[in-house]
């Protein structure tokens, strides 16, 4: 509690003296920014027919080696406030750690060095520490805590390489005075253009006499790179661990139980969807990004209970969750938003480059700013993507669930599949392969309109009464009549 006044009373301060570069942990600023920033830079490269150089560095347990008598010699000549360096060197003495390993525990020892895991101060601590990092003429930096990009442009490998080079002595020597480690094993460097008759070419860069790896798909900020930015090998990975985020949502759904669907959505927009839709506004018009909506749309069908044949459009009305796309495109719509308005974003001020590669859809050429609020938009982009539904049914899409989500979840599912008009009827049961007779137990062919005029069925209902907001009783005792019967 203490730690958080003492931010709260000094960030503002400190904000307006840290270097532009640094976009950690600071209000405005935020990764999908960031990384923005990076991305817009290697789309000029590609406009301007030049290589873009980049150099990913790593640092060996940054936030632990930072040195406390540099770090409060540095507070003081950024806030030239006494007081607050005295607090900060109260709060960082006398910290005593041990180590416990099966059983055993060593003695107390004093920690010297580096920043309190945990607190809310050590990232603004650490941006003060690195605050007085050199940055180059030929290169730009983009930081964000300890994670850092150079960038540079030339003609040339050869051009490059020198500058990446000489940037990166010069952070030798400021590691080095400063107590940090850089680890040039894990540090990647890469090469980003469009000339394909070099795509094999490989930086050649020696630091702290250790070759750096030339990689060709290098993360920054969680986003994985490659040469043109086609974001294949990143769809890939966010479209896997959808897949087993997948796995922990169907742990909370069965055949004949589940999870509240309430639940079972909130859990799917926060595991899935935020995995699905992260630093979305820098790929999201990437030619691979339906690999992603295909993990979503399984996503969606477990929150509903629908079969696999269910055409998605309707999943994503049940759900009450807008189409990938349209999030994607909105979610872009906001960063835009932000890009032109706010002073404090990595981007403002960033304006449209030359249009010499029409195929290229980055950021800034491609996105506008929001008219509406962003729910606005989502709603009237999937009225528009549902026109060609006929159906009152399917025409006015919302972000909520049906009414009759309350219901319980054998009755809830087998509802959605009434309504879609794909379940397990004898007659899908036939054409699937998994059944030898089409017949209901009445002896009337069991397709998806039988399920209304079965003889057995306990009402007689129409096809109105299934509107997805509102919900008659018929069409619920229908729906526990062949919930019952498996459908």
């Not at 952070?171 to 008759?197: C, G, S, V, W």
């Amino acid at each position: 509690m203490f730690e958080r006044m003492v931010l709260n009373r000094i960030k503002d301060k400190i904000d307006g003296k840290l270097i532009k570069q640094q976009a950690g942990f600071r209000a405005g600023k935020s990764c999908t920014g960031q990384i923005l920033n990076l991305v817009e830079e290697i789309e000029k490269g590609y406009e301007n027919n030049v290589i873009t150089g980049a150099a990913f560095i790593d640092l060996s347990a940054a936030y632990d080696t930072v040195n406390h008598r540099l770090l409060l010699k540095k507070i003081y000549e950024l806030t030239e406030d006494a007081k607050f360096t005295k607090i900060i060197s109260l709060l960082l003495r006398n910290r005593r750690f041990f180590v416990s390993l099966q059983a055993k525990k060593s003695r107390w020892r004093r920690q010297n060095n580096g920043l309190p895991q945990g607190s809310v101060l050590s990232p603004i601590l650490f941006n003060i520490y690195t605050n007085d990092q050199p940055i180059g003429t030929q290169t730009k930096h983009f930081i964000y805590a300890d994670d850092l990009a150079i960038t540079t442009q030339g003609k040339t490998f050869e051009e490059v390489e020198v500058n990446l080079n000489d940037t990166l002595n010069t952070m030798k020597e400021y590691y080095n005075d400063n107590y940090l480690k850089p680890n040039p094993a894990n540090t990647q460097i890469t090469a980003f253009h469009l000339r394909n008759r070099d795509a094999k070419r490989k930086l050649r860069i020696n630091w702290q006499d250790t070759e750096l790896e030339h990689c060709e798909e290098p993360t920054y900020l969680g986003i994985k790179l490659d040469r043109a930015l086609t974001y294949r090998s990143h769809c890939e990975n966010t479209k896997n661990k959808i897949g087993t985020r997948n796995c922990l949502l169907q742990k909370l759904v069965g055949s004949q139980w589940g999870a509240d669907p309430h639940v079972l959505r909130t859990t799917a927009l926060s595991l899935c969807y935020s995995t699905g839709e992260y630093a979305c506004a820098a790929w999201r018009n990437s030619a691979h990004a339906k690999k992603v909506d295909v993990a979503l749309n399984v996503t969606n069908r477990l929150i509903t209970g629908c079969l696999r044949p269910t055409p998605v459009q309707k999943v994503q009305v049940l759900c009450g969750i807008a189409p990938p796309n349209i999030r994607r495109e909105v979610a872009a719509r906001v960063e835009k938003t932000k890009q032109e308005s706010d002073l404090r974003h990595p981007l403002y001020g960033g304006k449209t480059m030359g249009s010499r590669l029409k195929s290229r859809k980055n950021f800034l050429k491609t996105t506008i700013s929001l008219s509406q609020t962003p729910e606005a938009t989502r709603i009237d982009l999937w009225k528009e993507a549902m026109k060609e539904h006929n159906s009152l049914l399917w025409k006015d899409p919302k972000e909520s669930l049906p009414t009759a989500s309350h219901l319980p979840w054998s009755v809830w599912k087998t509802l959605n599949r009434l309504l879609t008009e794909t379940g397990r009827t004898a007659s899908n049961m036939k054409k699937w392969g998994l059944k030898d007779d089409g017949k209901c137990e009445c002896g009337g062919e069991q397709d998806a309109d039988h399920l209304f005029v079965c003889p057995q069925l306990p009402n007689k209902c129409r096809k109105e009464d299934f509107l997805t907001h509102k919900i008659s009783d018929k069409a619920i005792q229908i729906a526990a009549y062949w919930g019952a019967k498996g459908i």
